[in-house]
């Protein structure tokens, strides 16, 4: 199993400092997220700080950017890192998606998956010279000449994950993607019943298995050399929890567990605005099932024990918001490597 970070933009120098940091430290990759900030800009100079540490999307949203778009910028990457990109993709919401990025989102399920297609067919034409003749349902590649084409690069093998919860697109990813993006928020059970099936459903139409795509996930943890610290860190985690929660997207990983009134509760305290109340409502029993608790020292030990043969590579949640620095990361990261 690999122990990856994620990666907050910050400025260059910042960005550079920190990927060099969890290179030497002995972080497998690192991840952005597109939220207030672009997720390829901090990769270009983490890519320049390091030389054996990967850099990736978690995520970047797909039907904000055209095919040829986002083929464009995963190629400079992987030529520029020197092969070591993984483009990590996520469809978003259909509100999102609309009415704040402009752009469609009819059969989202379908439509990534003839996304990912077109994007390959991209990345054929840039290697080999192929004449582009991809037509699918929603996107077309059949023109470029020498002027628009990068070239042939020395890694051309681009692995594309894609992220979901719910097992339309957990099948999508089976189908075309070479990794699962998983969500943080989820449960083991929920994993194994719901969204590996669906991927090894998808998979089996391609002729692959389920275990032919790597699967990767922030993972949240409450942890603390105090009581003090461990309190704050289970507010934290609550509060995020129930944010997600709230949103209707996440419904089937509550109705897996039997709280689906659960959401429905967190969706009208979101819109009254009481965020701060709204952690309290999560069941201990549930917080049990998608944080792991553990002492510092016991960390890695814990989150190996939960993962192992469900993920391939995780990360903690944590590091979202902040620097990633707690105490014990070398003995997390051999703890988890062993």
């Given amino acids: 199993m690999k ?38 800009f901090p990769l270009a100079f983490a890519a320049q700080a390091t030389t054996r540490l990967q850099i990736g999307t978690n995520i970047a949203v797909a039907f904000a950017r055209t095919p040829f778009a986002m083929a464009q910028i995963a190629w400079d ?27 469609s989102f009819d059969h989202p399920a379908a439509r990534v998956t003839d ?8 990345w054929h034409t840039f290697q080999t010279g192929a004449k582009p003749q991809y037509q699918g349902p929603f996107y077309q590649f059949k023109l470029i000449n020498e002027f628009f084409n990068p070239g042939a690069i ?14 339309r697109m957990c099948r999508a990813a089976g189908e075309v993607a070479d990794g699962f993006h998983v969500h943080p928020m989820h449960t083991v059970p929920y994993l194994k019943e719901v969204v590996r099936p669906a991927i090894e459903e998808g998979a089996r139409a391609a002729g692959r298995r389920v275990t032919d795509l790597e699967l990767y996930s922030p993972v949240f943890v409450i942890t603390g050399n ?8 289970e507010r934290a985690v609550r509060r995020q929890i ?25 969706g009208t305290l979101m819109r009254e605005g009481k965020l701060d109340d709204m952690g309290q ?33 995780l990360s ?5 918001g902040g620097d990633g620095s707690f105490t014990a990361w070398r003995e997390l990261i051999t703890a988890i490597h062993a």
């Avoid at 550079?16 to 997720?39: I, N, P």
């Avoid at 520029?80 to 402009?102: A, C, I, N, P, Y």
């Avoid at 409502?281 to 944080?291: K, N, T």
């Fill in 226 to 233: 105090t009581e003090a610290e461990r309190a704050a860190m």
């Fill in 316 to 320: 903690l949640y944590s590091t979202m």
């Fill in 154 to 167: 020395d890694q051309p093998d681009i692995p594309i994950y894609l992220a979901g919860v719910n097992p």
């Fill in 115 to 122: 996304y990912i297609r077109c994007v390959r067919a991209i």
């Fill in 77 to 103: 990457l992987q030529r520029d890192s020197g092969g070591r990109f993984r483009l990590g993709l996520g469809t978003q919401v259909r509100q999102h998606v609309e009415r704040r990025f402009s752009a």
């Fill in 281 to 313: 409502h999560v069941p201990d029993a549930l917080l049990e099932e998608i944080a792991v608790f553990a002492p510092p020292a016991e960390l890695g030990q814990r989150l190996r024990q939960r993962y192992d043969g469900v993920l391939d590579r």
């Fill in 3 to 40: 122990i990856d970070s994620l990666l907050p933009a910050a400025a260059p120098h910042e960005v550079m400092a920190r990927a060099r940091a969890l290179e030497q430290d002995g972080f497998d990759c690192v991840w952005t997220f597109e939220a207030a900030h672009d997720a390829f």
């Fill in 242 to 266: 129930a944010f997600y929660a709230s949103t209707p997207s996440y419904a089937a990983v509550l109705e897996f567990h039997g709280h689906a009134e659960l959401g429905r509760k967190l």
